[in-house]
């Protein structure tokens, strides 16, 4: 059974970091890419960064570029989102979704169309 589940959200000060996990079950990282997204209430899901299991090349928007590292531990399937230097902006429930790197999604990786599995997500949220 494919499962995915987030962890490591909370409450930050601007200018914080948080470091998010990716726990995945069901499939071997290596044939898939897994990308993290974020929806802030009112607005659509983003794709912000993605990371393929085969190579290890990442992607990443460019509002978290330079703040926000995605990384992946194929021994443990585990991905992370390590993100530093945060802004109220980047309030926002995060996800982390699942798909295969045999179609397009290393091509289009910011589009929820390529993956096939998500987690629940974690609440992220940036306030003093």
């Known amino acids: 059974q494919v499962q995915l589940v987030e962890s490591g959200g909370g409450l930050v000060q601007p200018g914080g970091s948080l470091r998010l996990s990716c726990a995945i079950s069901?499939?071997?990282?290596?044939?898939?890419?897994i990308g993290w997204f974020r929806q802030a209430p009112g607005k659509e899901r983003e794709g912000i960064s993605c990371?393929?299991?085969?190579?290890?090349?990442?992607y990443y928007r460019d509002s978290v570029k330079g703040r926000f590292t995605i990384s992946r531990d194929n021994a443990k399937n585990m991905v992370y989102l390590q993100m530093s230097s945060l802004k109220p902006e980047d309030t926002a429930t995060y996800f982390c979704?699942?798909?295969?790197?045999?179609?397009?999604?290393?091509?289009?990786?910011?589009?929820?169309?390529?993956?096939?599995?998500w987690g629940l997500g974690t609440q992220v949220t940036v306030s003093s």
């Open positions: 069901g499939f071997s990282l290596e044939f898939y890419g």
């Open positions: 990371i393929s299991g085969s190579d290890g090349s990442t």
């Open positions: 979704g699942a798909g295969t790197i045999s179609g397009g999604l290393l091509d289009d990786p910011y589009s929820d169309y390529w993956y096939d599995y």
